[in-house]
């Protein structure tokens, strides 16, 4: 099947509030182009350098998500081009976020990624962490906008309960900072959680946002 027809099928399976981001790491330009060619302008990168190459050869009219850790010294690029950061896992990274963003006088919205995964391996804020960021630090924010929270669940095929349980959290946790300290802020509105491999309990638990990439674009070689 071809880009265009797995993309179609993906959006078919996606109900119309749900946003797509495209993940297209470690894909070619030209993958993201057949995308592109048929109306997708949302795509998800989770390297620095990655997404600075592709942002710089390709449309002007991409949106571009950095999905990826984050570190503090690759922040100036990550900034530079893309329109959301939905990785942010910590309070240090949050504030290199909002200063590189004052330096280049520029917005630019983020979400606060949350660990509920059982891997250690996973990066995130705790439920309780992120709350305590929004209520501490969101509210000196001037160019950075928290638009909602990110997460993962387990990688754990065999034990579906589990997953279901991380993306509840997830969502219970939006539903916390939305109805706390972003209550009044309709900027805080998105949930983004489901991969292609569990896109559809997420989206039955509540998720605004699924990132999607090897459904759309083919296995990727790491
Ligand atoms: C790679 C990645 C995805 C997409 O994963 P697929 O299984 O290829 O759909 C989604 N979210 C994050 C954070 C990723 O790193």
Avoid at 11 to 27: N, T, Y
Avoid at 45 to 73: C, Y
């Amino acid at each position: 099947m071809s880009i265009a027809d797995r993309l179609k099928s993906v959006k078919q399976s996606i109900p119309s509030g749900v946003e797509l981001v495209a993940v297209s790491k470690f894909h070619p330009a030209s993958a993201l182009m057949e995308a592109y060619d048929v109306g997708q302008r949302c795509f998800g990168e989770s390297r620095a350098a990655e997404l600075a190459e592709k942002a710089a050869m390709l449309p002007d009219d991409i949106v571009w998500h950095f999905i990826g850790h984050l570190q503090t010294n690759k922040v100036r690029r990550v900034v530079g081009c893309a329109h959301m950061i939905q990785s942010i896992d910590s309070e240090r990274l949050l504030m290199a976020v909002e200063a590189e963003a004052v330096r280049q006088e520029k917005h630019i919205d983020v979400l606060l990624q949350l660990h509920v995964a059982a891997e250690e391996t996973k990066f995130g804020l705790t439920p309780d962490e992120a709350y305590d960021l929004a209520v501490r630090v969101a509210p000196s924010l001037t160019h950075v906008a928290v638009r909602g929270v990110m997460g993962m669940a387990s990688n754990t095929p065999d034990d579906l309960g589990r997953v279901a349980a991380d993306f509840a959290a997830v969502r219970d946790t939006f539903d916390r900072l939305a109805a706390g300290p972003f209550v009044g802020d309709s900027r805080f509105a998105v949930c983004s959680m489901g991969m292609s491999d569990d896109r559809h309990m997420a989206i039955a638990a509540g998720s605004t946002m699924v990132r999607v990439g090897s459904d759309i674009f083919g296995q990727r070689e790491y």
